[in-house]
Nanobody, 126 residues
Framework: HVQLVESGGGSVRAGGSLRLSCAAS????????MGWFRQAPGKEREGVAA???????TYADSVKGRFTISKDGAKNSLYLQMNSLKPEDTAVYYC?????????????????????WGQGTQVTVS
């Protein structure tokens, strides 16, 4: 099993920045892609950014140029640097990992491609 724990959420004014972190533990070697998703009240969970085993990245159009996903293999950690935040970025942000046995995803930003999830961290932009 894989455990994911997010941190770094909080409240920030529009135009500000936050950096989310996701600490992974357990059978990390059994995962390949990792991603960040978010869910606002009354809305479906949406993919924000994803990163593959060799570091290839994918972003939702709504965050391109503002958010940056990265990972540190030595620390088993995933990050999301969020700049130029907007009120519409307000949501609970989740870290996710895809089981390696499932192979390469067809859509890195689809929540159905991932099997491990963190508890989420709240980001509020006013």
């Amino acid at each position: 099993h894989v455990q994911l724990v997010e941190s770094g959420g909080g409240s920030v004014r529009a135009g500000g920045s936050l950096r989310l972190s996701c600490a992974a533990s357990g059978y990390i070697s059994r995962t390949n892609y990792m991603g960040w998703f978010r869910q606002a009240p009354g809305k479906e969970r949406e993919g924000v950014a994803a990163i593959g085993t060799v570091g290839t990245t994918t972003y939702a159009d709504s965050v391109k140029g503002r958010f940056t996903i990265s990972k540190d293999g030595a620390k088993n950690s995933l990050y999301l640097q969020m700049n130029s935040l907007k009120p519409e970025d307000t949501a609970v942000y989740y870290c996710a990992a895809r089981p390696r046995i499932r192979g390469v995803p067809q859509n890195e930003l689809s929540y159905s491609e991932y099997g491990y999830w963190g508890q989420g961290t709240q980001v509020t932009v006013s």
